[in-house]
């Protein structure tokens, strides 16, 4: 397939997607370039791409965050810019010294980011149980508020 069949597949593709789906294929593709990254520590422009480009997504997120039109609930957004600021620190620490578990910690931020938009607002919600109780349940400690 050509370049250009390429291109324009991606596009269409990215224009049927929510924005959730395609905040979560940009968090998924960043921790696929750092993990890449983290195996080849000694090609620095390869490493430090990756930690650019995964800079310039969290960027484009501290911007949105703050947007005036940006309908979060405050807690939300101060919580993402709090880790916003992480990672921040954690791309700095990355850039100035070549280690593993600096990237480490990136991708794991933005692989669980990513999984988190990919589920469904309905599915994350946690039901109450409505099982009666067992003999097991006798066993446990009572934790309820």
């Given at each position: 397939m050509s370049q250009d069949k390429l291109q324009a597949y991606a596009q269409i593709q990215k224009s049927s997607m929510s924005s959730r789906e395609i905040e979560a294929m940009a968090f998924t593709k960043?921790?696929?370039?750092?993990?890449?990254?983290?195996?080849?520590?000694?090609?620095?422009?390869?490493?430090?791409?990756?930690?650019?480009?995964?800079?310039?997504?969290?960027?484009?997120?501290?911007?949105?965050i703050v947007d005036k039109e940006n309908q979060l609930p405050?807690?939300?957004?101060?919580?993402?810019?709090?880790?916003?600021?992480?990672?921040?620190?954690?791309?700095?620490?990355?850039?100035?010294?070549?280690?593993?578990?600096?990237?480490?910690?990136?991708?794991?931020?933005?692989?669980?980011?990513a999984e988190g938009l990919m589920t469904r607002p309905e599915e994350a919600q946690v039901e109450p149980s409505t099982s009666t109780s067992t003999a097991d349940d006798a066993a446990r400690p009572d934790i309820s508020v």
């Open positions: 960043a921790a696929l370039m750092l993990d890449e990254a983290a195996q080849s520590l000694d090609d620095y422009d390869s490493y430090a791409s990756a930690l650019k480009f995964n800079q310039l997504l969290w960027t484009i997120i501290q911007a949105d405050p807690q939300i957004k101060a919580n993402i810019l709090s880790l916003s600021i992480f990672v921040d620190r954690q791309t700095i620490k990355g850039l100035a010294e070549r280690k593993k578990e600096h990237v480490d910690v990136l991708i794991g931020i933005n692989k669980n980011l």
